[in-house]
């Protein structure tokens, strides 16, 4: 099987990308990705605030720990050990009769790890190269990626996801509507430059899956597929928004405010009286 080398240049910034530097914000400034795409579409001054280090977002880590317990187990042993060991004290109990187990969403992540694991459509589905970084090129702009299993000899990868239940539906404000999971989270567009970058790489056109497991007890799964039609207008957004963000990186555009996000309530300045009828729209 063909494998990513450990380390990509960019040939527009000269930065040189490596598993040990992706989450880096010297990463982000340098390659566009799914995730720093979504935050720019969220809203353009808090992710660049963020991307400067001005601003660092209160959030509960727990939700993030708790994915990256299950993506560090199937990644590897070693890569699990290593993550447990990084993450005890956060994750591990340290008093009373439950000291050195795991708290309580961490047991719901081996949950998870079990359902998945005594699987055998997921365990022979889920085989090759672990945590790939693909990186390329969309319209001029250098973009990054990490796939959670690569599999170029069937032609597919697969990406790991938690969630709350498989059939909630979920409100999305770009649609304005309900939708699954999948594409309240915009799924479909990280799938879409994965898959563009895997074919600018490899040569391979693979096709996506999600494998998503839930946080319910007793945890429910599912292979799911998206449209290609999906990932083509996920493609045709990237392409339409995506040098309008590499520009407010770069300081050749000022970023808009959402006036709605954390960032920016918390530097807000009053401004024009508004109608009470523009509260809600």
């Known amino acids: 099987m063909q494998t990513a080398p450990s380390e990509r240049t960019s040939s527009t910034t000269g930065f040189t990308l490596s598993s040990t530097n992706y989450y880096s914000n010297a990463a982000n400034r340098s390659y566009m990705s799914p995730t720093w795409f979504k935050k720019f579409i969220a809203c353009e001054a808090e992710a660049l605030a963020e991307l400067r280090g001005d601003w660092k977002p209160q959030r509960d880590p727990t939700a993030l720990l708790v994915g990256n317990y299950l993506h ?40 998870m790890i079990k359902t998945l694991d005594g699987d055998a459509t997921f365990q022979a589905l889920y085989q090759g190269a672990k945590e790939s970084i693909v990186t390329g090129t969309i319209d001029g702009i250098d973009w990054m990626g990490k796939l959670d299993c690569l599999n170029l000899e069937r032609g597919i990868f697969l990406d790991l996801k938690t969630t709350q239940d498989l059939h909630k539906r979920v409100w999305d404000t770009r649609t304005r509507r309900y939708v699954p999971f999948v594409y309240a989270y915009d799924y479909q567009l990280q799938m879409a430059v994965y898959q563009e970058l895997v074919r600018q790489q490899y040569g391979v056109l693979c096709t996506p899956y999600i494998v998503a497991v839930t946080k319910q007890d007793p945890p429910d799964k599912a292979v799911i597929s998206i449209p290609q039609d999906k990932l083509d207008d996920a493609m045709w957004r990237v392409k339409d928004q995506e040098h309008r963000f590499k520009s407010i990186i770069d300081g050749q555009e000022e970023p808009e405010r959402c006036e709605t996000c954390d960032y920016c309530r918390s530097t807000k300045v009053l401004g024009d009286i508004i109608d009470a009828d523009e509260l809600i729209d």
Not at 86 to 108: C, E, F, I, N
């Open 72 to 111: 560090s187990y199937f990644e590897s042993p070693a890569s699990h050990k290593r993550f447990v060991e990084a993450h005890k004290d956060v994750m591990l109990s340290t008093r009373g009769k439950t000291k050195g187990q795991l708290k309580a969403p961490y047991k719901v992540s081996e949950s």
